[in-house]
């Protein structure tokens, strides 16, 4: 059985990492569980071996230099959605065991999982997970990530690209973490933030939110990054492409029905969706149905998902859907945080222009740069993310020597 320990931290012990307006609640009760140490021969396996059954996009990795403690973080906070309704949630802990020194952290977002459970709590479920930390974790940086409202252990239904609810999650989550790593005895250095595909979205609105409240971000690196959720879904919609992933309706069935659970809106997926599918899609949200199960019953265009009358409202942006997708957008800020994109020109899900968005808005805003990364012609989805968490960790490792 593993060792639970308990935290209770407030607003006041951790001011000093915090604004006190950063905090979902005064008192926030917090618990971590070890779940066992990677060694640097399991790591490297991740690196090697497990990464070539990930992806066959040609990318090598340093072999891991620190062993890996992992911990499973348990933690309280509210989903801003349902007027701020309390709530628990999880994430992971990865602790370099470099035997001291103050240690930079990376706060990881999860790209899109189908499972409850394929998220960072639970890495041996999650290849994007044990790819952060044999790359991060094991050449000495702490590695957060939250699982997201309705994965992991919490009690809800998925918040799948709901935007609030993303951002608390992920605040609340370093909050714990913070507080988890001063029970170690850790001190923690600068931060960074990262994510894939929705991960790389929940970064940006991570990122937005983070800045809103004071809190300091060296800098983010995301990789094929819905930045604008309404011309990503109009491009599915209207545009198909020859190449574009047979998931995406998939997907956008999961966000139809978070958005009426978390928004408020009932009989939205019964207008969304075609009759055919709307019991497969609903059990898919609830986990009643595997992806496997369901991708057989499911159409691979997102046109042959959605009524008529739905994609018709949706292509002129007259309908709520819309109105949450134009507030969804994770870009349209003035930011301080320089960022590096990733893209890559055969990538399935995300196109090109849409990932690369935030480079020119930045310019003409005056902000932090915003720099496009070429992850190279033959990378897709997940060629984009095995270079681009090589090539960011370089970008990160030289911010830390100047």
């Known amino acids: 059985m593993y060792h639970i320990t308990a935290l209770l931290f407030s607003a006041v012990a951790l001011a000093a990492f915090f604004p006190f307006h950063a905090l979902a609640l005064d008192v926030q009760p917090a618990q971590y569980e070890y779940l066992g140490t990677y060694d640097t021969n399991r790591l490297n396996q991740i690196l090697t071996s497990e990464l070539a059954e990930f992806s066959d996009f040609k990318v090598s990795y340093p072999a891991a230099r620190y062993p890996v403690a992992l911990y499973r973080v348990s933690y309280a906070s509210v989903i801003p959605e349902r007027h701020t309704q309390p ?9 370099p065991q470099t035997g001291g020194h103050t240690l930079p952290l990376v706060s990881y977002q999860h790209g899109s999982v189908f499972s409850k459970t394929a998220v960072p709590s639970h890495p041996d479920e999650s290849m994007e997970t044990r790819l952060m930390i044999a790359q991060f974790a094991g050449q000495g940086y702490l590695v957060i990530g939250a699982d997201y409202f309705g994965k992991g252990i919490s009690p809800e239904t998925d918040s799948y690209l709901v935007k609030a609810s993303t951002q608390q999650a992920c605040l609340d989550m370093l909050v714990a973490a913070r507080a988890v790593c001063a029970d170690l005895k850790i001190e923690v250095g600068p931060l960074f933030l990262s994510g894939w595909s929705q991960g790389g979205w929940a970064t940006m609105v991570f990122l937005h939110k983070l800045e809103s409240v004071g809190i300091p971000v060296t800098a983010a690196a995301t990789a094929s990054a819905p930045v604008d959720l309404f011309a990503t879904i109009n491009r599915w919609l209207h545009a ?17 029905h978070a958005y009426e659970a978390y928004y408020g809106l009932p009989g939205f997926a019964h207008a969304a969706i075609k009759p055919e599918y709307r019991q497969i899609t609903h059990d898919l949200y609830l986990n009643k149905l595997t992806w496997e199960q369901a991708a057989a019953k499911l159409p691979t265009r997102l046109s042959d998902l ?4 739905f994609s018709a409202a949706s292509s002129i942006g007259q309908n709520s859907y819309c109105s949450i997708l134009q507030d969804s957008q994770a870009y349209r800020w003035r930011s301080t945080t320089p960022v590096h994109t990733y893209y890559g020109a055969a990538d399935e899900v995300v196109p090109i222009y849409i990932a690369t968005m935030p480079v020119a808005y930045q310019q003409i805003m005056g902000g932090a740069t915003v720099t496009a990364v070429a992850a190279g012609s033959q990378a897709n989805h997940r060629g984009t993310f095995v270079y681009a968490v090589a090539d960011q960790k370089k970008w990160f490792d030289q911010l830390l020597r100047h």
């Open 87 to 95: 709530t628990m949630a999880s994430g992971l802990l990865a602790v």
């Open 240 to 256: 198909p492409a020859s190449n574009d992933a047979v998931y995406i309706p998939a997907l956008i069935s999961l966000q139809i």
């Open 306 to 309: 959605f009524q008529t009358n």
